[in-house]
């Protein structure tokens, strides 16, 4: 299950019926990639309207431009040559896991998550062991958690800042958990589609803590490049021959013109980063109005464009009171269980990537429709 793409599928049909939804459902941003970012792609076209297939791991050019974007933006050092472009990150999902494991390892995902590692997983006969976290841990796991979590596993999948809580781990505990996994033997994947896009203290790569850990990152959120699909993978050199395999017989290439556009986006960064002040914003709004509107306990995002909601004083089926929400309220948001098969019916998550005044709207109902 996907709910978050099946209410937008159904969300985009109703607003091409004419309804005036407050789309805080499904998470991409409002904006489109820097206008001289694109001018440049525009450019490419006009020089070399074949766009062409790329190397199967994408333009060394791009793999250069990442490897230094490592080296500025967080002081660690990246290879470009152990380094995979892909069809989004989602289609670096499909790799690391094709690559790194074998049918009926057992990975580990921390609850509440981001539903397409658990599908993508189990589509790959690969057992799918979720280890629950806390609301005091902020949904984030630490060492003391997984040691204690009485389960065995082969990988482990983090996400900071996550989706759905918008939480982060601390540098101190992302080192821990780095250093945990390298002592037990544990393939960790670190899923950093949010980096970017936080609103106090950036957040850390793990590959400033481990030789080992397999990273992967994307152009659809900070970058804002989301139909474009593409994303990168950062993998140990053991793994980088497999990688180049796999991806040039399930890809052949990943897109020649996405990959003209990501090279330069780069360049812009301020752009980017005046995006991640207008998500600040709708976030701070939110903070203020979700408790007016009989939202009592929801994370304190400090990333991503997430806020979890506890709703259990409102409901024990968050699919009843998401679509009920749609219905009455013309208001999107995403059921838990989506996120979280067993506490999710008690839980919704916002979105807050859309305008401004959308958000301030959507608040205003929602004020409406619970009073
Ligand atoms: C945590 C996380 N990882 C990965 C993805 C996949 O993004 P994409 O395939 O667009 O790179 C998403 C999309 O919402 C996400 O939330």
């Known amino acids: ?25 499904a998470g991409q941003p409002c904006f489109g990639a820097p206008e001289e970012a694109l001018d440049y792609a525009r450019a490419t076209i006009t020089s070399d ?3 062409g297939y790329t190397e199967a791991v994408g333009m060394l050019s791009l793999r250069e431009r990442i490897a230094q974007h490592y080296e500025e933006y967080y002081g660690a050092k990246a290879n470009p040559a152990n380094m995979v472009i892909s069809v989004g990150s989602s289609g670096g999902f499909l790799l690391v896991f094709l690559a790194a494991f074998d049918a009926g390892d057992k990975i580990a995902i921390t609850t509440p998550t981001y539903p397409a590692y658990r599908n993508i997983l189990q589509t790959m006969n690969l057992q799918v062991v979720e280890i629950e976290t806390l609301a005091k841990d902020n949904y984030q796991p630490t060492v003391e958690l997984l040691e204690n ?102 890809f052949v290439s990943p897109p020649t013109i996405s990959q003209n556009l990501a090279y330069k986006i780069f360049d812009h960064m301020d752009v980017l980063d005046s ?39 409102l409901t024990n089926n968050s699919e009843d009171y998401c679509r009920r929400m749609l219905d009455e309220a013309l208001v999107s948001t995403t059921p838990g269980v989506d996120f979280d098969v067993e506490r999710g019916h008690q839980a919704i998550r916002i979105c807050y990537a859309d305008s401004t005044e959308n958000i301030i709207e959507a608040c205003t109902r929602l004020k409406k429709w619970q009073s």
């Open 275 to 313: 995006y991640v002040a207008y998500y600040h914003k709708n976030r701070d709004i939110l903070m203020t109005e979700l408790p007016k509107a009989g939202f009592k306990n929801f994370t304190n995002a400090s990333g991503a464009f997430y806020v979890y909601a506890d709703v259990h004083h």
């Open 49 to 51: 309207p074949r766009q």
């Open 149 to 250: 979590c009485g389960q065995e596993f082969d990988g482990l999948i983090i996400n900071s800042p996550s989706n759905p809580a918008g939480t982060m781990l601390s540098d101190n505990e992302l080192e821990k958990i780095c250093n945990w996994c390298d002592e037990k033997g544990i393939r960790l994947i670190s899923d950093e589609a949010y980096h970017g896009i936080t609103y106090g203290k950036k957040a850390q790569t793990a590959l400033k803590y481990s030789d080992n850990v397999i990273v992967l990152n994307t152009f659809s959120k900070y970058f804002a490049m989301t139909g474009w699909r593409l994303g990168w993978v950062s993998v140990p050199a053991d793994l980088q021959d497999r990688m180049k395999k796999l991806a040039e017989s399930l």
């Open 1 to 25: 299950m996907f709910r978050a793409l099946d209410m937008m599928r159904e969300v985009n049909e109703r607003a091409a019926a004419g309804e005036n939804i407050m789309r805080m459902g």
